[in-house]
């Protein structure tokens, strides 16, 4: 028989990291590191900086979801939870109009735990609260491993209540797209797709995340052209310079990766530049379809992404040339 070997948990966080600020917070704003959170708490992130104020706020680390640019705000501490923190989440959600907070501690008391299932019942969809525990374990003499458990999140319960109330309101082609892209995000969930999805909305579009903030996918239903579409979008201050550096730079690469002709949309009137896949005819009011047309969707979002999201991800503008490079 194989020997196994002894689990064994580090009781006191600060043997491996004695200060928060000068340790912890360092150590989480690393790529490999967020992710872990990401992976946690079902949100692509990206770190914009470290003890940096948002307006009249400072936050431990402040990031952007990747999908929709909003902000996220991590608050961190070694130790159990208490008031003062707690207190601070609550100037961030006052003061900010779209947020996510994340609230990380060794143990998260009772009360304060309550507190965030409380707080996630009473505010709309644009406030979202988690709490995390942290742990460290390690086997033997093996390297230390970090684990996050999600003790406190958006009651998506009651919040499934308040859309369902509001799905009452909705005309019939709102309801439609609610029910498409619930269904294409099941499909893409059991079928193990390496993407993830956004919660459904009553509108004809969906997005997804490529691994850093400005860019992402976007897949859309048109039922009165009756036909389906993906592209890439790319937003923010240096979009010109972005677009014209991928296809500058990238065109006869992507092209020949994704083994297709893509449509270069430079749009300097617009907020976004796009890079698009031809489109797809089909109905989408025809549900007996929707399996084929998921499948195709399914096939373009990982095709783009698997193409695009190391590419972007290393792009500096830089590289176009300062000449080139457009900004607002």
Known sequence: M?????????????????????????????ENNISLLSEAINIDLEVEAQEQFVGPFCADILCKDTVDNSWVLI?????????LHLGQLL????????????????TFTEEHRAAIDWLNERTDENINFFGLEIELWKIDDSDIAPKFNVVSKPNSWSRTIKNEAEKTNQTGI???????????????????????????????????AIGRAYFYICARMNTREEELGVHLVINGSDREGYFKLLEKKYKSQIEQQMNMKLIWRLLPEAKENQIVVPPLKADPKNRDDWSRQHEWLKTM?????????PIIRNLEIDDLGNNEAVTE
Not at 177 to 184: A, I, L, P
């Open 91 to 106: 100037t961030y959600a006052a003061g900010l109009e779209a947020v996510t907070i994340v609230w990380i501690a060794q």
């Open 301 to 309: 979002i990982e095709n783009l992404h698997r193409v695009l999201s």
């Open 75 to 83: 608050e961190n501490q070694l130790e159990k939870t208490d008031h």
């Open 174 to 208: 709102k309801v439609l797209q609610h029910d498409y892209w619930t269904t294409f995000k099941e499909f893409m969930e059991r079928s193990g797709s390496f993407v993830r999805c956004q919660k459904p909305q009553y509108q004809h579009w969906t997005n997804f």
């Open 2 to 30: 194989k020997k196994l070997g002894k689990l064994e948990k580090i009781t006191d966080l600060r043997d491996v990291w004695p200060t928060e600020a000068g340790d912890f917070t360092p150590w989480l704003a690393e």
